[in-house]
Structures are given as C-alpha cells and as structure tokens.
Nanobody
Framework: VQLVESGGGLVQAGGSLRLSCAAS????????MGWFRQAPKKEREGVSC????????YFRDSVKGRFTIYRDIAKNTVYLQMNNLKPEDTAVYYC?????????????????????WGQGTQVIVSS
C-alpha cells in the first residue's frame, strides 16, 4: 500500500483545511484508514479513523465536532475535513492503512498495527 497525503498548510485559528490521502496498491475498500498527528516534542497520537465501509468512524475527544473523516472509494482517497482549527491542532498529520487487516472496527486498532504510512503533511494554525 502506498499513501500520499496533501492539503496541509498555514491557517489562522478558526479556519479550515481538508487533508487528503490517496492510496494505491491494494483494494482500497478492504481496509480501515486512520489519521494521526505529531506535534513538536510530543508523541504521535490518533486523531480519527474510518472503517473500510465508511460507516464506522472514530474521533479523539479534542477534535469531535470539528473534524470529519470520509472516504471516496472511486478515488481511493480518504479525507480529513478540519474546521474551527485551533493552535493546538498544529502538527504533522499522517494517514495510515490497516493492511493486512487487524480489525474491521477501526477504533480498536492500535497505532502499531498500522503497517503503511504516508509521508506526512504539515498543518500550522496561527493564533
């Protein structure tokens, strides 16, 4: 599985960005996808994930109500729509694929079980 993220950038607090993650190499509808982020001097943390069907989704508490995740099977792409961004959202954002499949329920997939990762895209939110 190859993953390529895009869509990061610099935005003012309260603004929006949409991150994209284009996947190739395996049947896109066969595995869950996750978004993670790593801020300077902090550990990488899970932000959101979506199961292979797009029905089941998970969000960490700090982004609930502000971020949305969805996948476009036809485009082999998963998106992270980020609204009302805050300075604490500043980080490098990574998408990852649960392949080989660990679980159909993405909320139980440990970070260490995502075997394929994109290169990351920087998000900077200014106050």
């Amino acid at each position: 599985v190859q993953l390529v993220e895009s869509g990061g950038g610099l935005v003012q607090a309260g603004g929006s960005l949409r991150l994209s993650c284009a996947a190739s190499g395996q049947t896109f509808s066969a595995y869950a996808m996750g978004w993670f982020r790593q801020a300077p001097k902090k550990e990488r943390e899970g932000v959101s994930c979506i199961d292979r069907t797009g029905v089941s989704r998970y969000f960490r508490d700090s982004v609930k109500g502000r971020f949305t995740i969805y996948r476009d099977i036809a485009k082999n792409t998963v998106y992270l729509q980020m609204n009302n961004l805050k300075p604490e959202d500043t980080a490098v954002y990574y998408c990852a694929a649960d392949w080989p499949v660990y679980s159909p329920l993405c909320s139980v997939i440990p970070q260490t079980r995502y075997n394929y990762w994109g290169q990351g895209t920087q998000v900077i939110v200014s106050s």
